[in-house]
């Protein structure tokens, strides 16, 4: 069976800092693959989607980054960290074929 | 993309059969209807999804319309652990990805 993992649970960072955020699915090949976020009481905001390595799109322009050097490894990145980009980040895949969404357990990111 | 509107609060008593209704009035024909749930701190749970005609899994029934403008997601049995916010997403596709737009959802709260 397929299964989706995000690390880490928590993470508290300074304004400033870099970010990286990691992704891995399991049991299935060439995913459609994406990252969410979900700031404090309000609903998800689609960030990156990607159907195959190296083929990232953004949805809304913000400080963050998105990268899938693997098939099924997905990264989210920033160089420095706003205080608005602390909110709880989501990673999902999809098969490439009309499928749901699976969501991973997420990050809850804090900006200090 | 079609919009959705869900109320934004239920109440229902534990072993009550819970109805969330959701109306997405200007669906194309081909859109189809997704129905997440999210409990506290946790990535959404996929639920269920539909076209046109009435589907039933091991969690949750659907209900669409004939004219395709509103549907019913029914719990049949709620347990407290079927508190969570409901999500009622009508889904569209942006080169071969899923792009699920989540609204507020509707937040149901199972009372022993």
């Known amino acids: 069976s397929q299964t989706i993992h995000q690390w880490p649970a928590t993470l508290v960072q300074p304004v400033g800092s870099p970010l990286s955020l990691e992704c891995t699915v399991e049991g299935t090949s060439n995913p459609n693959l994406y990252w969410y976020r979900q700031a404090a009481g309000r609903g998800l905001q689609l960030l990156f989607y990607s159907v195959g390595i190296g083929q990232i799109s953004s949805e809304v322009p913000q400080n963050l980054s998105a990268s899938r050097p693997q098939d099924r490894q997905f990264i989210l990145s920033s160089k420095k960290l706003l205080l608005s980009d602390s909110g709880f980040y989501l990673c999902?895949?999809?098969?490439?074929?009309?499928?749901?969404?699976?969501f991973g357990n997420g990050t809850r990111l804090t900006v200090t | 993309d079609a919009k959705t509107t869900q109320p934004t609060s239920m109440d229902c008593a534990e072993g009550r059969a819970a109805n969330l209704p959701c109306n997405h009035s200007t669906i194309s024909g081909n859109e189809y209807v997704y129905w997440y749930r999210q409990i506290h701190s946790q990535g959404p749970q996929y639920i269920i999804h539909g076209l046109k005609n009435n589907e039933t899994n091991e969690m949750a029934s659907l209900i669409i319309t004939e004219d395709r403008k509103s549907s019913t997601l029914i719990l049949p049995h709620a347990t407290l652990r079927d508190t969570a916010v409901y999500y009622c997403?009508?889904?569209?596709?942006?080169?071969?990805?899923?792009?699920?737009?989540f609204g507020q959802g509707t937040r149901l709260t199972i009372n022993p």
């Open positions: 999902a895949w999809s098969n490439q074929v009309n499928s749901p969404l699976h």
């Open positions: 997403i009508v889904r569209a596709y942006i080169q071969g990805a899923q792009k699920l737009v």
